[in-house]
Structure formats: C-alpha cells, structure tokens
C-alpha cells in the first residue's frame, strides 16, 4: 500500500495568512493527487485533482503544487469559511489510500 | 446534477451483516467513465477506502478488510451497495458512498461526487 504522510496534523493561523499543508506519498505517484475539505459533520468536498488542477467552484486561493512524491496545498490568504479538516488521497493505486488529516484552526 | 445517497441500518449486531444501498441520481451508474466507492470514517479518525466497482462489475477491495467485504451493483435501479460480514465495534463509522470520476486521456481520477454519510452503529 501507499502511505500518503501529512504534515502538519493540526495548525492556527489568522485570516489573511499564507497557509501550507504538505503531503508526503511512500512512493512516486506522479501527479495521482488529490486534495479535499472536510467541515465537521459533513462529507468531504474536492478541492484540488491531479496535483495542481481546480475543481470548479473552488476559490482561487486554494491551489496544489507537486509531484512524484511531494505535494502541498497552498490557502494564499486564509478566510473564516478555510477552517476544516484537509485530506490528502493518492489516485494512483489500489487500495485508494489517504492522509491522516490536517485540521486548520483560524486564530 | 449528481447526488448521492446512503441508506441502510444504523445499528447492527456484533458478528451480524451490515448492508448499505447508495443510490445514485441525476447520472447513470452504467457509465464507462466512473468507480463508484465506499468510503468510512470512524469517530474522529481519517476517511478509509472501503472499496470501489466499475459498471462492468469488477470490484478493488481493501485487502485491510480480510475479505469482508462485497460490493455489487444494481444498474436497473442505479445503485451500487455495501456487504461487510462479521462485524465488530471496530466497524462502527459513518460510511459514505463516492463517485470516483476517471479522466480518460490522463488516468487520473479523483472522488467529485460524495452522499451525506450514514453512522452505522455496532452494538448489540
């Protein structure tokens, strides 16, 4: 199985902030990346396909960047509605496999 | 547009079966084009891949379910559906259905389409 790594599991920032989250695969996944957020109780919601392409809907400040075995997502200027859990799934291979989660607090 | 939706038990026995029917609209199952998953989330844990079919009927399961698991297909009624036998308090999560969409040219896919998820409870 691939082991998608996330980094960090829980982080605060203010709105208006830069914000990273990085994901790490155990092997190269090409561009097999997926990024989704998750609000508490309800199901998750794509955010970022293929590494780096946007899911329509989605505000620009989101973007994902990567490849191979190295991914981030980028929130360039953090608002109230980012505060969620972010997962990370590699499309890549069966089984489907995800991060553990990064759960972003606002300041 | 495409919806999903969960149905099924939300309490099951310990050593029974649980059984979920997601019912998908606004789309054809019998599509080329899409996997269609299951997905679980146990309390305040990450999401886990259950398993997906394709609309030929050829399934990809966790090997980390130990052969548990059947998912089947229902293209008359545009649904696909969960077995997982055997079950323990560990199995208790919410359980959601997904449609995986596939990009032809590039292979890539990525999960578009989620239900709302249903808690399904073990306990007796």
């Known amino acids: 199985d691939i082991q998608m790594t996330q980094s960090p599991s829980s982080l605060s920032a203010s709105v208006g902030d830069r914000v990273t989250i990085t994901c790490r695969a155990s092997q190269n996944i090409g561009d097999f990346l997926n990024w989704y957020q998750q609000n508490p109780g309800k199901a998750p919601k794509l955010l970022i396909y293929?590494?780096?392409s946007f899911q329509s809907g989605v505000p620009s400040r989101f973007s994902g960047s990567g490849s191979g075995t190295d991914f981030t997502l980028t929130i360039s200027s953090l608002q109230p509605e980012d505060s969620a859990t972010y997962y990370c799934q590699q499309s890549y291979s069966t089984p489907r496999t995800f991060g553990q989660g990064t759960k972003l607090e606002i300041k | 547009q495409v919806q999903l939706q969960e149905s099924g038990p939300g309490l099951v026995k310990p050593s029974q079966t649980l059984s979920l029917t997601c019912t998908v609209s606004?789309?054809?199952?019998?599509?080329?084009?899409?996997?269609w998953n299951w997905i679980r989330q146990r309390p305040g844990e990450g999401l886990e891949w259950i398993g997906y079919i394709y609309y030929s009927g050829s399934t990809f399961y966790n090997p980390s379910l130990k052969g548990r698991i059947t998912i089947s297909l229902d293209t008359s009624k545009n649904q696909f559906s969960l077995r997982l036998t055997s079950v323990s308090a560990a199995d208790t999560a919410v359980y959601y259905c997904?449609?995986?969409?596939?990009?032809?040219?590039?292979?890539?896919?990525?999960?578009?389409?989620w239900g709302q998820g249903t808690l399904v409870t073990v306990s007796s």
């Open positions: 997904a449609r995986e969409n596939l990009v032809e040219v590039t292979a890539v896919s990525y999960l578009d389409y």
């Open positions: 606004g789309g054809s199952i019998n599509s080329d084009t899409y996997y």
């Open positions: 293929a590494a780096s």
